[in-house]
């Protein structure tokens, strides 16, 4: 089975610097790698997703992800947080064969102004 | 379109109390899922539909029942409420694409206390 783990549970950033979210994963055949926003009181958004294409994977609102086999990471990224960035996010695996998501338990992130 | 679409918004119940949470997707999209979202448990799938007609068990079941009424609709139940159905429950759907790797679409989500 598959499974996620996102380290730390609340991030705080300030307006302007990076912004840097942890996932590892660990699956024991080719994952595919989600990363999701949901916004207060809102359902959740797809940001991106690796497919088994490039391990750079670019998305919506300036993120972008890199998948790592070597360390079983898939983290996400941003270069300069916006106070729109505000929410909170979540990584999912899914495998060949089986689109059933497993979640990670979720990461709040804090803008400072 | 208006994507995937949940009633009621919110619901209180007594302990005990039965009810059905209905959502509807207008994306022609073949599966469907049915997700609970606790505080620092992230989304845990309790049901999900593949195809019209067919229904399967996700991480958490107990207590909840579900109908694929149509290839639009997808119901949950909960034939008898318990505090620790307490929630936000979220639907989804997919599947239009290559399976594994196609996009969730989820629904604003309903608010559930059981008391």
Redesign the interface.
């Known amino acids: 089975a598959q499974s996620v783990t996102q380290l730390g549970?609340h991030v705080s950033v300030s307006e302007g610097a990076l912004v840097l979210l942890r996932c590892n994963y660990s699956s024991s055949v080719p994952p595919?790698l989600?990363w999701?926003v949901q916004y207060p009181?809102?359902?959740?958004?797809?940001l991106l997703?690796y497919?088994s294409a490039a391990t750079l994977v670019k998305g919506i609102n300036g993120f972008e992800a890199e998948f790592k086999k070597s360390e079983t990471s898939f983290h996400l990224t941003k270069p300069s947080a916006h106070m729109s960035d505000a929410a909170e996010y979540?990584c999912a695996v899914?495998?060949?064969?089986?689109?059933?998501?497993t979640?990670?338990?979720?990461t709040r992130l804090t803008i400072i102004p | 379109n208006a994507g995937v679409t949940q009633t009621p918004k919110f619901q209180v119940l007594k302990t005990g109390q039965s009810m059905t949470l209905q959502c509807a997707q207008d994306m022609n999209h073949n599966s469907m899922y049915w997700y609970r979202q606790d505080p620092g448990m992230g989304l845990r799938l309790i049901y999900y539909s593949a195809s019209e007609g067919t229904t399967d068990k996700g991480e958490v079941p107990n207590g909840y029942n579900v109908s694929r009424l149509n290839k639009r609709e997808f119901s949950l139940r909960l034939e008898s409420a318990a505090p620790s159905q307490t929630s936000v429950y979220f639907c989804a759907s997919s599947g239009l694409g290559s399976g594994s790797t196609d996009t969730q679409y989820f629904g604003p989500g309903t608010r559930l206390t059981v008391l």
Do not use: C, R
């Not at chain 1, 009181?41 to 797809?46: E, W």
């Open positions: 549970s595919y989600f999701y009181n809102q359902g959740l958004q797809l997703k497919t979540f899914s495998v060949f064969g089986n689109e059933k998501l979640f990670g338990t979720g």
